[in-house]
């Protein structure tokens, strides 16, 4: 093997009677992109567990639920369980790839899920990223079902009125109404395929009002504070100033941040390319020399040597992208660590400040939209609320009376 390995390793390897096992397990950390010192501790961790995950000297077809049970033992001190959690899952991976993997058989409920999913798929042609929503509602709607001891077949009115009361208590009404139109799609498919004896999909929305949210965008101080706050003296801190960048100055989504590559990147033309995933087209944008500047010092210092040609990739192994997800984490995390208010916050915030500063800048709607991507003017008007220094910008001034009293 040329994966180095600490002596003590290769010696537990040796005299372990799963050497084989081992082996292997290694040649597959090694093709995911594992670092030699975390297939060193995952190596070990599993060394460890062996005897009880192994009892005879062939490699056994295992139960996801079995290596639970094996690994959670390793729970004291905390920080040791978490570590083993991770040799589980990686193990996990592993052996479900070599087809050595029980797989637990699944509920009616997931089989039914699966159906719609197709359905969504098929008839009515959405996306990943709403059909995944749509999925999300309906488990909901199924483990409410499941804890009433109710059957979807005798599904009521007053089961589902009962059902959207308690998501109110638990979400806004902007999420609701999202959620309310996922049980009206799915209460149509349901009664089409006699699943359910009557029409329920005449819910009521709840009413929400354009603009009646306080504007989103953050403070141009606070972005700035944001930006300075993070550490440029690890790579994760490149990675993340870079990422927090395009979104704050370039108005990305966190889905076209994490889609970029390596060839995104004009450096002869100071351009960059993007592909917008939510309305399927390209996007080129003229690129700031302090931006420039900002991305090569990224890929000098901060993002690594890697097979991977995509711009941003995990700071942890595997050493593969990041998903799109994990942009929110960064910029939490960042916003705690600079100290600044509403850390919980999701990181349209700074595309939302993006879209205010351009409005501030006398820049007009329709471009703003093409800047973000946005088909129509009111996917557009969502992202700007009443700037209140405007206002007073081209209020009139209040003629005065004779005697000095204004009117």
Not at 60 to 89: K, N
Not at 164 to 170: A, D, G, M, P, T
Not at 182 to 194: E, K
């Amino acid at each position: 093997m040329s994966i180095d390995l600490r002596p003590s390793t290769r010696r537990m390897i040796e005299e372990s009677p799963a050497e084989n096992e081992a082996t292997a397990f290694i040649e597959w950390l090694c093709t995911e992109r594992y670092t030699d010192y975390a297939i060193d501790c995952h190596i070990r961790r599993l060394l460890f567990v062996m005897p009880r995950l192994w009892p005879g000297s062939s490699p056994p077809v295992l139960r996801e639920a079995d290596l639970v049970a094996v690994f959670g033992r390793e729970r004291h001190p905390r920080s040791r369980f978490h570590v083993f959690a991770g040799t589980r899952r990686a193990y996990t991976r592993y052996l479900r790839s070599q087809g050595r993997l029980v797989t637990e058989p699944r509920p009616p409920s997931e089989d039914l899920i699966r159906r719609y999913d197709q359905y969504l798929t098929e008839v009515r042609g959405l996306s990943v990223s709403t059909r995944t929503h749509h999925k999300i509602t309906l488990r909901k709607l199924l483990a409410h079902i499941l804890s009433t001891q109710r059957s979807l077949e005798r599904l009521s009115r007053d089961d589902l009125e009962l059902f959207i009361l308690e998501r109110s208590r638990e979400i806004s009404r902007h999420t609701l109404q999202h959620e309310v139109a996922h049980l009206r799609a799915f209460l149509r498919y349901a009664h089409d395929v006699g699943l359910v004896r009557e029409r329920l999909d005449g819910l009521d929305t709840p009413r929400i009002y354009r603009d009646e949210l306080p504007p989103r965008a953050l403070p141009w101080s606070s972005v700035l504070q944001l930006l300075r706050s993070v550490d440029r003296t690890s790579r994760g801190g490149w990675r993340d100033l870079c990422i927090l960048h395009l979104i704050a100055y370039y108005g990305l989504r966190p889905g076209e941040v994490v889609s970029l590559r390596l060839d995104s990147i004009d450096w002869e033309q100071e351009l960059l390319h993007i592909y917008q995933s939510k309305t399927r087209s390209q996007l080129t944008l003229p690129l700031d020399a302090h931006t420039l500047q900002l991305l090569r010092d990224y890929v000098d210092h901060g993002r690594g040597a890697g097979v991977s040609s995509m711009l941003f990739l995990r700071m942890r192994c595997p050493n593969i992208p990041l998903e799109r997800f994990a942009v929110g984490d960064i910029f939490r995390k960042r916003m705690r660590d600079a100290g600044l208010p509403g850390c919980a916050k999701h990181v349209y915030r700074l595309r939302h400040t993006f879209a205010m500063r351009l409005l501030s800048r006398g820049v007009g709607m329709k471009a703003i939209g093409d800047v973000l991507g946005h088909h129509s003017f009111y996917g557009t008007s969502a992202y700007l609320r009443l700037d209140v220094a405007m206002l007073r910008g081209v209020a009139l001034p209040v003629p005065c009376l004779a005697g000095g009293s204004h009117a």
